[in-house]
Structure formats: structure tokens, C-alpha cells
């Protein structure tokens, strides 16, 4: 509670008397004056009214005071009282202030006038003091109720805040990360995401490019909720669950004056004597490039990027086993595709945790997805 605590004489908000507030403590504490000798001590401390935690204005645990209602600790050196006041009487009084009529005030809080003017009344006696002069034409000020204003005002603002702070977090439960490392994910993602968050407002949607090289392992690490990828394997992971959204017979990619460019199709057989672009062996699941050929091949050239490898095709220095999804979303003039059998097949799946499959929002995006998939198939 230190950091939350300041002498009221020496901060609170601008526009208000530090003297007058102190003051105006040590009048509501003027009932307990007996335990304390006939006075109250001259050391009057209240935690609210802090401005110099790092956290904010108030604090971080006065926020959540706020919340709750306004709690002022007037410590001495004999007791410890605790004066509470609910953000809603202080809502209440800043109506009157603002309107400086009882009635008017009333209206614009929805309440009857003698609701109101008791919970004004309940809440000068909490504080021993008039925070009102009353008059035929409407009220007035009183000094002590100058000097709540301020405070007030920033209260009930705080107290907003934080259950502005409580309700985003709870909505950080909500998030949805999606990873993806296949190439056309753009076209398919972006109707499913559009879909998904047209249905479910409060959700936070992310994509995350995958880096990881087993289909899979994004989602188990957490990493991601949802992943599009390219399956390098059939067996089944433990704790995921997946959807096959198409099924793709690979290609070969070679440059347009290649000896194979005007193939109806290539085997394996025909990369002998080739130069076949593989890339490291860490990232082959990712690139979406076949490497089972390269015993045929008289040289293999490892590169690092599908880029570099697009642009040694088409300058006539190698070739590629590759999805045709990739081919599709790095289109090159000068790179031709030649349908390639005996050397397996593209199996695009959605992946996602199997804790998570009672979650609605994870439900619709892998149908969105499905949906989303088949019409760019189609589309191609």
C-alpha cells in the first residue's frame, strides 16, 4: 500500500487545495475525536490520491479500488480508519455539481429527486461535511465540495478505465493465432479470417508466418492455434488434429528454354545429369521443394530461399521438385512447370490442437478454411 500512499498536502489533482482537502478529512474524522485525545492528529494520510506510482496517476491497486469503490485510509498513530465511498455516489454528486440543480441532476441520471438528494445526504454525513448550499433557484458548491471534484471526477474516470483494463483482458482469452508457411495462404486465409471475424467481433485474430519444420509443432508449442501447411508425412501427431483440404500431384520447375520445358511429363529417371535446387534440411518442409530425386541428379545445389531458387531456374543453372501451390504464388515468365510422377504427391491439411476443438471460433475458421480453399482450387 506504500506506493499507493501520499500526504494530501502535498498532491492531488489540479484545481483543488491540498490544505482544503486535509481539512476537510480531519472535519469527517471530527466523530472519532474522542479516541484521539479531542483531536485529530495533525498526520492525516490517504492512499487515493497518490501521483507518484510508476503504474498510473493512482496506482495499480488503487485502479482496482476504483472498481470496487473509493477507499480512503486515514492512518495515525493510534488507529486505522476506513472511510468507503462506491463510484456510483460520487457519479451521483458530480451530476449535481455539473448541473447545479437536484432535479435536472436527477433526470440525466435516471433516478427519482429524493433518491438523489438522499444519496447526497448519506454521502455529507460519511464525510461530517456540506458538500452542497442549498437555494430556491438550485444548489452551490460548498468549499469541501469544490474540492471533491477534482477527485471525484478522476475516480469515477479511473474506475472506468479499470473495468475498461479487466474487460481487454478477459478478451486475451479470446485470441486466435493463425500460422501458416504455404504460399498462396494469402488467398485463402483472407476470406476465412474476413468470415471468422465478421462472426465473432471480440476476437483477436493473428497470423503468424510458421518457422517450424514439422507440420505440427507450431500448434503443439503454442505458437499457434490454427495452421495451414503442407503435411510432409501421413503418421498422425498426438494432440493434433487435422483436415486434408486438397490433395496435389507435384511439379517440375525449369527454366523456359529447358530440354524438359515442353515435356507432357518428367519421372525421376529424367534428372539425371540435372542440377537440382534442394534447400538445407532443416527448412525442406517448409519450402514446399521435393528432394527424393536428387540420387538421380549428377549435382545437388542447396539455396536458402524459394526466391533464389526461382530466379537459378529461370537462368538455366538447376531445377525443382515443387508444389504447384508454390509455383502459383510465385509466378516467374521464364519458369515453366512440368507434371512430375512417381515421386509422391502435395497433401495440404489444417491443423489444430485437439484441447482446443470444443472451441466454437476454432470450428469455424478450419470450415472457412475448407471452404476457402476449395474455391481458389477451383479458381486456378
Known sequence: MAGARADLAGSGPRGARPGQVTRLVRRSMQGEADRWGGRPPAQVRACPWSTGSAVGPL????????????????????????????????????????????TRAAATLAISQPALSKQIAS??????????????????????????????????????????????????????????????????????????????????LRLRRADWTEAAAGVLSGMADVALVEAPHDEPVPGVRSHRLAVEDVVLGVGATH????????????????????????????????????????RVEHVTTIDETLHGIAMGLGVCVVTPAVLAAHPHPAVRCVPMRGIGQADYHVVWRLADESRPEVRDLVEELTASHARWARAR
Open 123 to 204: 454521502l455529507e454525513k460519511l464525510f461530517g461535511v456540506s458538500l452542497f448550499d442549498r437555494g430556491p433557484a438550485g444548489v452551490t458548491l460548498t468549499r469541501a465540495g469544490e474540492a471533491l471534484v477534482p477527485y471525484a471526477r478522476r475516480l469515477v474516470e479511473l474506475a472506468g478505465e479499470a473495468a475498461a483494463a479487466v474487460r481487454d483482458a478477459g478478451r486475451d482469452a479470446a485470441k486466435l493465432t493463425i500460422g501458416f508457411w504455404l504460399s498462396p495462404a494469402n488467398d485463402v486465409l483472407a476470406p476465412a479470417v474476413a468470415a471468422v471475424s465478421g462472426r465473432y467481433p471480440d476476437l483477436r
Open 259 to 298: 530440354r524438359l520445358a515442353g515435356r507432357d511429363e518428367v519421372v525421376p529417371a529424367d534428372l539425371a545429369g540435372e542440377t537440382v535446387f534442394v534447400l538445407p534440411q532443416e527448412a525442406r518442409s517448409l519450402s514446399g521443394l521435393r528432394t527424393v530425386p536428387v540420387e538421380a541428379a549428377a
Open 59 to 102: 496506482g495499480g491497486e488503487a485502479a482496482a479500488w476504483a472498481m470496487l469503490g473509493w477507499y480512503c485510509r486515514l492512518r495515525t498513530a493510534h488507529q486505522e480508519v476506513t472511510v468507503m465511498v462506491h463510484t456510483r455516489d460520487l457519479t451521483y454528486f458530480l451530476a449535481v455539481a455539473d448541473q447545479l440543480h437536484i
